[in-house]
């Protein structure tokens, strides 16, 4: 039996569109991998540091946490709820190659970077760099990227 590990919330209520998407793919995990599968959120981390907005979340704490949940069982996918996290990603390929990891995109950062970037100007540049890298990894590292819609995949192709 597969086993796969969730990275994101896990949701109980949703807030939101993208909370609404993450339900519907947790759904569909549970369903095809039944009492397989373990959730892991960046977000649980209380750390409010530079770092960790640089990181968009993906701090090293958090790698090592995920790579000692990896350690623990025989994983065969990681299904990664945001582009962002594409840090992840790449540390997870260094250590594990035969995991297969899945990457979400709600959206295409660095299209919404770019905008936040031209309305907000040079201090927008941290976020529009962190986005750059850690979407451009994701895509990389990822042996799957699934889309929202045709218009992101199509963003994706463009960017990437």
């Known amino acids: 039996m597969s086993k796969i590990i969730y990275i994101g919330d896990q949701i109980a209520v949703p807030c939101g569109g993208a909370d609404q998407v993450n339900l519907r793919n947790q759904k569909l995990f549970e ?4 009492e397989s599968i373990t959730y892991l959120s960046p977000a649980n981390l209380k750390s409010n540091n530079l770092f960790r907005k640089f ?3 993906v701090t090293d704490e958090f790698v090592n946490i995920v ?12 299904f990664i709820c945001h582009s962002t996290l594409g840090r ?27 905008e936040y970037y ?28 699934i889309t929202l819609n045709r218009r992101d995949s199509n963003l994706l ?3 990437y």
């Open 157 to 159: 192709k463009h960017f």
């Open 55 to 57: 990181y968009l979340g």
């Open 31 to 34: 369903e095809l991998f039944p």
């Open 67 to 78: 790579l000692e949940e990896l350690n623990k069982g025989c994983y065969d996918y990681m």
């Open 118 to 145: 031209k309305t907000k100007g040079i201090k927008a540049l941290p976020f529009y760099f962190a986005v750059k890298l850690w979407e451009k990894q994701a895509f990389k590292y990822s042996d799957y990227n």
């Open 88 to 114: 992840l990603a790449k540390k997870v390929k260094g250590v594990y190659p035969d995991i297969k990891i899945i990457m979400f995109y709600h959206n295409i950062e660095i299209q919404y970077a770019q």
